[in-house]
Structures are given as C-alpha cells and as structure tokens.
C-alpha cells in the first residue's frame, strides 16, 4: 500500500476533521459529526478496506470506476431488496402472494446515496474531480440500469421526465385559467 494511499485512508481515524471544513479548530475535533458525515467517513473506510483486499491491493491513485463497480455489485450479497428474475413468477409484480428464490440486492436508492457519499469523500480527501471515480459515466450508467432493472421487476414503470415543449404549452393554454398570474 502506498503512503499516500494510507494517509487518505486512515485521514481522521482518530476522530481529528474529517473533511467537515474544520480546518484545524481544535473545538471542530470534538464536535460530533452529522448522520451525513459519520455514514460518509464509514463508507470511504469500507470502500478503502475492499481495495485493500483487492489480489494484488489497490492504490487509491490507480482506482478507476471498474474498482467501484466491483465494489457495487460485491455489496449486493448485503442487500435486503428482493429482485425478481425475468424467469420468476412474481416478475413485475410490486406485492408478490408468495415467497421466492430471487435474489436479494442492494437498492438503487441506497447505492446512489453511496456514491453522492463516497464521490464527495474522494474530493475531500485530496482526489481531483477530474479522475473521481465516482463520477464517472459507467457509473451513472450502470446506477441508471439498476432503476430500470429493480422497477421492471417491481411492476413499477420507468418514465423518463420530459421537458415541456412549446407546443405543451400551446395545448394547455385554454386549462391556464387556475394559474393566478397567467
């Protein structure tokens, strides 16, 4: 492992800042961080422990999104959501009758939580925005395809949002009437 690699990963250890801006007030230290930075420090930990394990260890610097998309799919034996299979009989169906086989995964929501948590950790702890990771296009790609995949399998349909066009506009223009400054 390298130095830098330790000093990112174990940055605030000892309960010192922790990327929380305290810039170096001692009275910051012993403040208690927020839900919000105590679940952040807790998943760059866990994300550096993984890399750590990594046959050989990864070095934080050498991580790319294919590290991260490894990390995401080995959190997936730790998930609660069940995920119907294209093949399973509840497929599609938001409240299935029965138990089944299909797997448990993490959900879509708590996995982009993580990766807003651990693309702002990487920044704080001395990565570029320009090499996180974390904000990569496979990244959001792959994020995008676990909604649509975990809302297929619900029976949830997926629609993306579209923007009003002018002629939206010119449609509804006789139903403005319950707009007060139209």
């Not at 990327?19 to 930075?37: F, I, V």
């Not at 590290?67 to 093949?87: A, E, M, N, S, W």
């Not at 693309?119 to 570029?128: D, I, K, M, Q």
């Not at 790609?141 to 649509?148: C, D, G, N, P």
Request: charged fraction near 25%; charge should be positive; include cysteine.
């Amino acid at each position: 492992m390298s130095t830098h690699l330790s000093l990112i990963m174990d940055r605030g250890a000892d309960g010192s800042s922790w990327g929380g801006g305290g810039g170096g007030d001692p009275s910051a230290a012993s403040a208690t961080p927020s839900r919000y930075e105590s679940q952040k420090r807790r998943d760059w930990n866990t994300f550096g422990q993984f890399l750590r394990n990594q046959r050989p260890a990864v070095a934080l610097p050498e991580c790319n999104s294919n590290h991260v998309l490894d990390f995401l799919r080995y959190l997936d034996q730790f998930g609660k959501t069940k995920v119907h299979l294209q093949g399973c009989i509840f497929y599609g169906q938001p409240e299935p009758p029965a138990p089944c086989t299909c797997p448990l995964r993490q959900a879509w929501g708590s996995l982009d939580a993580l990766i807003g948590r651990l693309r702002a950790a990487y920044e704080e702890n001395g990565g570029s925005p320009d090499t996180n990771p974390f904000a990569s296009g496979a990244i959001r790609i792959y994020l995008r395809e676990v909604k649509e995949c975990q809302a297929k399998a619900r029976g949830i349909p997926y629609k993306k949002k579209k923007k009003p066009t002018k002629n939206d506009d010119d449609s509804n223009s006789s139903s403005s009437s319950s707009m007060p400054f139209s």
